[in-house]
């Protein structure tokens, strides 16, 4: 396995701080390392050589596993949801770097897709293929939590605030257990709603955590110009990227609430970037069809 090397964070703006912690792998970069390594060693441990896993179109899950099938020998298969997308994998970027990288694919429809987690539907996915290690939509369990908890480090612990992007619920859970009982631990999901507190808390260990749900920008993969905007102005500025998925609206959000006045005076203010900027190239070619600003 690959040693996780650790980013020193950068400034980025008044008492805040961004880990860089995309920078830990060209392609299973991020929370997708983290979630990846303790699952992979299962696997092996369990002679499984076949991975099987969720996603949909634009998935950084779907690349992340591809690139780790074939980076670590394993055969890899992807659930993918929306059974028209079968004829568009050339066109879609994500899709044609995880079938690169060797990854099959099974089309199903978006009501199907919705039993995904079924004994039943578990059991057809067995008949199919024979013997896999089944890793979750988003690569949230506990393995995954507990290779998360190792993105803080002991130089984290000067943050009073250590914010973090979520989607399944895995990333912002290990930093909680891995966080101070005086930090606060502010997750920034990416889909509308509430739901995830309970998913959460099934991994979590403390209680110093919150979610702030105003800045989903509409859903999952929805964005608009001004989030365009300011992903732009911030690379340009910092020579950080941002995905328009995750880290650009936790980064949004972030400075949104500090002209808001929502930190104390002088708190000091951690961003962890989970990477996620392989799904610029698919948002990209979403904005140019529209005839609306890319990002840069």
């Known amino acids: 396995m690959i040693e996780i090397i650790d980013q020193s964070n950068v400034f980025v703006a008044e008492h805040v701080y961004l880990k860089p912690d995309y920078l830990n792998h060209h392609f299973i970069s991020g929370n ?7 699952n992979l060693l299962e696997a092996e441990q369990l002679n499984k050589n076949v991975l099987l896993t969720f996603g949909g179109a634009f ?4 690349a992340a596993v591809a690139a780790a099938g074939h980076e670590f020998g394993f055969k890899t298969i992807g659930i993918i949801r929306g059974e028209e997308l079968a004829n568009k994998i050339t066109d879609n970027p994500t899709l044609a770097f995880a079938r690169k990288q060797g990854m099959h694919f099974h089309f199903i429809s978006r009501e199907v897709y919705r039993d995904k987690t079924s004994e039943d539907f578990i059991d057809k996915l067995k008949a199919k293929y024979g013997d896999f290690y089944l890793i979750p939509e988003g690569g949230t369990n506990n393995l995954a939590v507990k290779g998360c908890e190792a993105i803080l480090t002991e130089t984290d612990t000067a943050f009073d605030f250590i914010c973090c992007p979520v989607g399944t619920g895995g990333t912002i859970s290990g930093l909680i257990n891995a966080s101070l009982p005086e930090q606060k631990i502010l997750g920034f999901p990416a889909l509308k709603g509430d739901f995830l507190k309970e998913e959460i808390s099934k991994f979590a260990n403390k209680s110093n955590w919150d979610l702030i749900t105003d800045y989903h920008f509409g859903g999952y993969a929805k964005i608009n110009t001004e989030l365009v905007s300011f992903i732009n102005r911030f690379k340009a500025t910092n020579r950080i990227p941002l995905d328009p998925i995750y ?4 980064m949004f959000g972030i ?4 002209g808001k006045g929502f930190f104390p005076k002088d708190s000091k203010i951690l961003a962890i970037h989970t990477g996620g900027l392989q799904g610029i190239e698919g948002m990209n070619a979403k904005l140019l069809s529209k005839n609306l600003p890319i990002i840069n």
């Open 247 to 250: 880290t650009g609206k936790m």
């Open 255 to 258: 400075y949104d609430l500090m």
């Open 59 to 62: 998935s950084n899950h779907i």
């Open 32 to 38: 997708k390392y983290r979630k990846l390594k303790y």
